[in-house]
């Protein structure tokens, strides 16, 4: 999620609270929770975030069955070209067996992606960007944390994507095989106090028999600069399937390229109940490099400008110092 999440999520810059542009001095990264920050990873930035998982679902009602096993979520984020666009891979990889209870107990050995994305994030609005106002006040603690109105104002950012799924696959519908169009809208609110507040709107397997609609709404606090805690709603509707999941978990940031997490999912219906608890780490391999900034100056008139300076200074210092020969001299003339 943030997120630790717009992005460790951190908040979501730490992942996510430090996100007042792209780039951040520590990772940037949207676990433990599910939903996509506002920022990416920043130009020249490779990411990557995985985590397995342990899965339990009952369904008492009608056809009682249970599904247990375990999976892994997994995501690649790359920066390219530009601070506001990244392109990602994302994928969850399921295992597990189905039993359905019966006079005549029956097991299903279930494996296969749950979903497997390829797709592109861009930044189309950033209220932090070149915000004087926004810089923390040095002289007041109290200041940097009362509320301000402009921080209602998100970050926006929109995704553009492509799911690919194989045929047969024991989750999704029957008919759904190959690619399918994915979109979603991400917002971000950082706000005083290392409070962030990350909004995705989804729309998945667009054309298909199993077209549904997301949103995701997580809520971070960072504590500490290590520590990061959050709290998620997820709701999923289409004909194949309706959940309303609730997760919360923290992160820790063990150092500025490396985050460790964990989270617990649930839901409050039995058609069926899941409970899911994950343990996962982001990493990234960091080769940004700031731009450097044209104030119509080259390198060359900066370092002969620089020499110049130096030489006038130390002239400037040799005509001081024969003055102060000539001084004495003339002294010593005048006395005798």
Not at 76 to 84: H, I, K
């Amino acid at each position: 999620m943030t997120p630790i999440k717009s992005k460790l999520f951190f908040l979501l810059c730490l992942v996510s609270t430090q996100a007042f542009c792209q780039y951040t001095d520590v990772i940037n990264s949207n676990r433990p929770g599910v939903s996509r920050s506002a920022f990416s990873v920043g130009t020249n930035v490779a990411q990557l975030e995985i985590g397995p998982y342990s899965i339990k679902e009952e369904r008492t009602p009608a056809v009682a069955y249970d599904v247990s096993g375990f999976g892994i979520d997994f995501a690649a984020r790359y920066g390219l070209l530009f601070e506001e666009l990244e392109l990602n891979i994302e994928g969850t990889y399921q295992n597990d067996t189905k039993t359905f209870a019966s006079n005549f107990s029956t097991d299903e050995d279930r494996a296969n992606f749950r979903f497997l994305a390829i797709g592109a994030k861009y930044l189309l609005y950033d209220p932090y960007k070149n915000a004087e106002e926004d810089k923390p006040n040095l002289y007041s603690w109290k200041a940097n944390r009362q509320f301000k109105w402009k921080s209602l104002i998100p970050a926006v950012s929109v995704y553009l994507g492509a799911n690919y799924d194989t045929k047969p696959n024991p989750y999704t519908y029957s008919t759904v095989e190959g690619f399918s169009p994915k979109i979603m809208i991400a917002t971000q609110n950082n706000f005083s106090g290392g409070w962030v507040f990350v909004m995705n709107l989804i729309k998945d397997r667009i054309g298909t028999d199993q077209s549904d609609f997301q949103y995701i709404l997580t809520l971070t606090h960072s504590f500490s600069p290590k520590w990061v805690i959050f709290g998620e709603t997820q709701g999923i509707h289409s004909d194949f399937y309706a959940d309303n999941l609730f997760r919360f978990g923290g992160a820790y940031l063990l150092s500025k390229n490396f985050q460790l997490d964990t989270a617990a999912t649930f839901n409050t219906k039995d058609t069926p109940s899941v409970f899911s608890v994950n343990f996962g780490a982001s990493y990234r391999l960091d080769f940004h490099k700031d731009k450097e900034i044209d104030n119509g100056n080259s390198f060359e008139d900066i370092e002969a400008k620089r020499k110049s300076n130096a030489k006038s200074k130390r002239k400037q210092k040799e005509e001081e110092d024969l003055n102060k020969i000539n001084k004495r001299k003339k002294k010593d003339i005048d006395f005798d």
